[in-house]
C-alpha cells in the first residue's frame, strides 16, 4: 500500500472537511433512493433466505438452498427465483453496504470531524456488526451475511478506502476478470467430463454426490435440533462460512457501492438518469440471461449429471453482481419518479477531438491524484437538488423507512422466521413447500412495512440501528449515540 493511502496520512489534511463544509450551502435534500432501495432489498432478501430454514425435506435441488418441488407452483418460483433472486438479493446487499460505508464517512465529516476519527469509528462499527453477526447466526439464522460483509469492511477499509477512483476500479475489474474466468474454467471443465472423460469417471463422481450439494443435512442440523443444540450447530456453521463469503463474495460488490457513493449515484439519480438507465438495463438483463442455465438445470430441461451441479455456479454469481447492481440502479430511477423529482438536464458540449479527450482525461486524473486520501473517499461534492413535488406519503414513506432501518428488518426477518419454522418453535417448515415459504417470507416482509412507518411517524429508530450507534461511536461523537 503506497503511502499516500496510509490511514495515518488523513488526519493531516484538513482539506477534507474544508472541502465537504463548501458543499453544504448547496446541499441537496435528502434523496430517499438509497433507503427505498434498502427497503425493497429487503423484500429479495426474505425470500432469497428463506429456504434456508426449511428442514424437513430430504434432498436438495443442485448448488441451491431450494427443497425438491412438490407441483408445478413449486417449479415455477423456484425457476423465477434461480433467474431474479439466488446470488442476486446478496450482490444487492453488499452493494448498497459499500454505498452506505462511503454516506456514514461522508456524513461525519459534513459535521467537521476529524479524517482519522471517523476511520476509527469505522472500524468500531464493523468490529460490531462482527458482533451482531455471530450473534444472529448463533441465536436465529446461520446463513448470516453481516459477518462476512465486516470482515471485508474492515480489510477493505485499510488496504483501499482512500486510494484513487482508477485504483478501485482497477481492483473491480481484477476480481471481476477472476470470477469470470472460474465461470468460463467451471463450464468447460464441466463439458469437458462429460462429452470426452471416459464413462467410469462420471460414475464415480456420480456415486459420491450423494451428499457433498445437499443442504437438507444443514436445514435439519440449524433448526430440527433442540434449541441450545442448534444455536452451537449455527454458530459453527456460520465461524466456517463467514471468511470464505468474505474473501469470494463480498469484495466486488462492496468495491462497486464505494464507486457509485463517490459519484453520487443514488444520493443524487436526476444527475445519474442515463447511466441509473443503462446500469439498470444491462445489468438485470446479464443477471437474468446468465440465470437461466441453471434455472432450466432446476425444472429438468437442460440435463447436468447432479455431481456436476457446479457446473454454472461460477456464471450465475458473475450474473449476479451485475444484477444486483442492475436492482440498485432500477431502485433508484424507481425512487426519484416516486419523489417525483425531475431530470435535471445536462447541455451536452461539442465533443472535442482525439488529442483534446485525452489531454482533459490527463487534467482529470491529476486533479484527482493531488486530492488527499480523506478527499478521495469522500468523493463528489453535493450538488444542488430540483425539490421534490411533495412529502413522501403512503408507500414510498413506507419503504425509505424500512431502508432507514434497514438493519432491524433484516434481523426482524429472522426474528420472526426462525421461531415459525424451526422445530423448537412452531415447527412449520416440514409441512411448507417452496412457494408457501416464499408467501410467509413475503408477508414477514410486507409487515415490516406499517411498522417501520409507525417508528417514522414518531421519530423512532430501529433498535439494532441504535445498538450499533451506542458501538460505533463510543466518546467520539455524543451527537450521534442519542
Known amino acids: 500500500m503506497s503511502s499516500s493511502a496510509a490511514p495515518s496520512s488523513d488526519h493531516t489534511s484538513p482539506s477534507a472537511p474544508a472541502r465537504a463544509g463548501a458543499a453544504r450551502p448547496h446541499a441537496a435534500p435528502r434523496s430517499l433512493a438509497p433507503d427505498i432501495a434498502r427497503g425493497l432489498m429487503l423484500a429479495l432478501i426474505a425470500i432469497a433466505n428463506v429456504s434456508w430454514f426449511l428442514w424437513g425435506h430430504e434432498g436438495g435441488v443442485g448448488m441451491t438452498p431450494h427443497v425438491p418441488a412438490l407441483g408445478p407452483a ?17 450482490p444487492l446487499f453488499a452493494f448498497l453496504f459499500g454505498y452506505g460505508m462511503v454516506q456514514f464517512y461522508r456524513s461525519r465529516i459534513d459535521r467537521g470531524m476529524e479524517p482519522r476519527i471517523v476511520r476509527l469509528m469505522m472500524r468500531r ?4 456488526m462482527l458482533l451482531l453477526g455471530f450473534l444472529h447466526a448463533a441465536l436465529l439464522f446461520y446463513g448470516d451475511i453481516l459477518g462476512a460483509y465486516a470482515v471485508a469492511a474492515l480489510l477493505g477499509v485499510w ?7 482508477r485504483t478501485l476500479i482497477i481492483w473491480a475489474s481484477v476480481i471481476g476478470g477472476v470470477m469470470v474466468s472460474y465461470a468460463v474454467f467451471s463450464i468447460v471443465g464441466a463439458l469437458g467430463i462429460m462429452f470426452f472423460a471416459p464413462p467410469e469417471v462420471l460414475i464415480d463422481m456420480q456415486q459420491g454426490a450423494t451428499t457433498p450439494f445437499a443442504n437438507d443435512w444443514l436445514r435439519d442440523l440449524a433448526y430440527a435440533q433442540p434449541y441450545l443444540v442448534s444455536m452451537l450447530t449455527r454458530a459453527v456453521m456460520w465461524a466456517i462460512s463467514t471468511v470464505p463469503a468474505a474473501a469470494f463474495g463480498a469484495p466486488l460488490p462492496i468495491l462497486l457501492g464505494w464507486i457509485g457513493a463517490r459519484a453520487r449515484l443514488l444520493d443524487e439519480p436526476w444527475r445519474h438518469t442515463r447511466t441509473l438507465r443503462r446500469l439498470a438495463v444491462s445489468g438485470i438483463a446479464i443477471g437474468w440471461l446468465t440465470g437461466l442455465p441453471e434455472a432450466l ?7 447436468v449429471p447432479e455431481a456436476l451441479s457446479w457446473t454454472f455456479l461460477g456464471l450465475t454469481s458473475v450474473g449476479g453482481i451485475c444484477c444486483g447492481i442492475g436492482y440498485a440502479a432500477a431502485f433508484g430511477l424507481l425512487a426519484m419518479r416516486l419523489e417525483k423529482r425531475p431530470t435535471v438536464e445536462v447541455t451536452p458540449e461539442a465533443a472535442p477531438d482525439k488529442a483534446q479527450r485525452r489531454a482533459v482525461r490527463a487534467e482529470r486524473a491529476a486533479a484527482h491524484a493531488a486530492l488527499s486520501p480523506a478527499e478521495r473517499a469522500y468523493g463528489a461534492l453535493a450538488a444542488e ?3 421534490t413535488a411533495a412529502a413522501p406519503t403512503g408507500l414510498v414513506r413506507a419503504l425509505s423507512a424500512v431502508g432507514q432501518r434497514s438493519l432491524t428488518f433484516y434481523l426482524f426477518q429472522s426474528l420472526l422466521l426462525a421461531p415459525l419454522l424451526a422445530a423448537w ?3 412449520l417448515a416440514p409441512h411448507l413447500s417452496t412457494a408457501s415459504a416464499v408467501a410467509v417470507a413475503l408477508g414477514v416482509w410486507l409487515l415490516s412495512l406499517p411498522l417501520a412507518a ?3 411517524s414518531r421519530g423512532l429508530r430501529g433498535p439494532a440501528e441504535v445498538l450499533l450507534r451506542r458501538m460505533t461511536y463510543g466518546k467520539h461523537d455524543p451527537r450521534g449515540r442519542s
Do not use: C
Request: glycine share 10%; charged share 15%.
Open 125 to 128: 462499527r464493523h468490529w460490531s
Open 159 to 165: 488496504l483501499l478506502f482512500g486510494r484513487r477512483t
Open 454 to 456: 409507525w417508528m417514522d
Open 385 to 387: 437538488a430540483p425539490s
Open 425 to 427: 418453535g412452531l415447527g
Open 74 to 90: 413449486d417449479s415455477v418460483v423456484q425457476f423465477v427465483m434461480t433467474v431474479a433472486v439466488d446470488h442476486r438479493a446478496m
Open 297 to 303: 438445470v432446476i425444472i429438468g430441461v437442460l440435463p
